[in-house]
């Protein structure tokens, strides 16, 4: 066993430049073709006349992707800081062999897959990842509605980086696993091969993530590979056409601050009102469907009856 394999030297802090351009921005340089493929889909259903966009929500997701493009850059050096940082407090650091990347890979769409139930299971969570599905059309301008605040869940990735990979290979996979779901994103793409559903996050898989049905809410939160949910009880086939959007759907669908925040204002009101702290740490953490039925069944119950005065 080579033991100097993961007995890699430092990398200095002071010196993060060459780190930095060694990971390509393969977001960044794949995004004229994100565009194209996009504007490609949107001909097309224009031409064939299928209701797969709508112009407020398609200028929403837009806004919204430049956005987070812009918050990733204003946040890529202090990440890698940070990553950098753990990588050299590790005694088994590993080398920069590009070979890594697909052992690097399946262990973070491990991850990836917890953060993504995780992120449907608790509200604050939730208020993270509500922007990529307040859409109520299927396309692959949704690939661009990522939240700007979503950085925070780099945590539920720390493992990832405990385990020793270089910088330049978890940035790498990271920006590999964001590219790969802009494809599964269409109506375009219907079931593929039986082996490549039972496999991968396909669009047929993901479009059922995107189902507000009560049979397909919660389910497939693979992001390339769909065999975690087979493997934790979470997978559902797609089967009638899925309803997309929340199921309380946003009105302000092209306003990009909206679309981000709104779960974040709705929560701070719920806490708000809130009555002790055990009862507002549940509508910051409790389950987004627990919390949404308990504020419906409160709305619900009618108000007491007016005592009649006595004369």
């Not at 005694?91 to 897959?113: K, N």
């Not at 690939?143 to 605040?149: A, D, G, K, Q």
């Not at 109506?187 to 091969?193: A, M, W």
């Not at 092209?254 to 709104?262: A, D, L, S, V, Y």
Request: hydrophobic share 45%.
């Amino acid at each position: 066993m080579n033991t100097s394999f993961f007995g890699a030297p430092p990398i200095s802090l002071d010196q993060l430049g060459p780190v930095e351009q060694s990971a390509p921005n393969l977001i960044l340089w794949a995004v004229p073709f994100m565009i194209l493929f996009t504007a490609i889909e949107m001909i097309a259903a224009y031409v064939e006349e299928k209701p797969f966009y709508e112009r407020k929500e398609t200028v929403g997701s837009v806004l919204v992707g430049l956005g987070a493009l812009a918050v990733g850059a204003a946040t890529k050096l202090a990440l890698l800081y940070a990553i950098v940082w753990i990588y050299n407090a590790l005694p088994w650091r590993m080398e920069l062999a590009w070979w890594t990347l697909l052992p690097c890979y399946v262990i973070f769409d491990f991850f990836s897959y917890w953060a993504h139930r995780i992120s449907h299971e608790q509200r604050f969570w939730w208020a993270t990842h509500v922007v990529h599905h307040s859409g109520e059309h299927y396309n692959l301008s949704v690939s661009f509605r990522l939240s700007w605040v979503q950085h925070l869940k780099i945590i539920f990735f720390l493992p990832v980086a405990l385990i020793g990979f270089h910088p330049v290979i978890f940035f790498t996979t990271n920006q590999i696993a964001v590219l790969f779901q802009f494809w599964v994103h269409t109506e375009y793409i219907g079931k593929l091969p039986r082996w490549v559903e039972y496999v991968f996050a396909t669009p047929s898989n993901h479009r059922v993530h995107h189902g507000s049905q009560p049979k397909y809410i919660d389910k497939n939160y693979g992001a390339t590979f769909i065999f975690w949910d087979r493997l934790f009880g979470t997978y559902q086939p797609e089967e009638e056409r899925p309803i997309y959007g929340i199921t309380t759907n946003i009105e302000q669908k092209g306003n990009p601050f909206h679309i981000n925040f709104h779960e974040f204002a709705d929560m701070a009101r719920d806490v708000k009102k809130a009555r002790g702290l055990r009862q507002k740490l549940f509508y910051v953490f409790g389950s987004p469907i627990k919390i949404a039925e308990t504020k419906q069944a409160g709305e619900a119950r009618p108000e007491p009856a007016e005592m009649p005065s006595v004369a």
